[in-house]
């Protein structure tokens, strides 16, 4: 199996003629940039569900409906965790050089993240659709949510992740 990580380093010495270190910051620099995206939906998810309970029908749902609001909000607090980390983490690492574990933690973290903010979303989805149309709606709804997330944020990528690997087997 090829060494992703130095795989990458060598093609980036190659066709861009970056040292390690330029590749990290760069890679670094891109990983910021996509968390903006994210953090900026699951703040607004999370902010939303905190508001939840204070509504004034919110009393009356049902205990299973509680429940799923509890882990939705929990999912969303960990998707917050998960994709704020890899700034506290530059901080704490701050003129430490070690960027190549900062950049490869992050990565994990951002992963790890997404999972929790599709979760998240899921969950939202869920509450609201069965509070207002019922439950088999509700399930439906985020059934059809969960499948869009699965395939435009895993299956695509990985699909043509394993394609490249495939190509670069091959020459």
Known sequence: MVDVW??????????????ELQRLDRNLVELVS???????????????????????????VT???????LVTLLGAATASTLLM???AL???????????YLVRTAHRLTLAG?????????GAVLMVVSVLFGDLAGAVAAAVGTSGYVVSW??????????????????
């Open 90 to 100: 530059h901080r704490v690492l701050f003129r430490r050089r070690d960027k190549r």
């Open 34 to 60: 996509e968390l903006r995206v994210m953090q900026t939906g699951v703040q607004v998810l999370f902010a939303f569900l905190l508001t939840v309970p204070f509504a004034a029908r919110f009393g009356s």
């Open 63 to 69: 205990t299973f409906q509680k429940v799923e609001y």
């Open 114 to 122: 997404m999972c929790c903010v599709a979760f998240a979303m899921t």
């Open 6 to 19: 130095s795989h990458d380093e060598a093609w980036s010495r190659r066709e861009r003629g970056e040292t």
């Open 85 to 87: 980390a890899p700034a």
């Open 154 to 171: 895993f299956v695509i990528p990985m699909r043509r992740r394993y394609r490249i690997r495939l190509v670069d087997h091959e020459s």
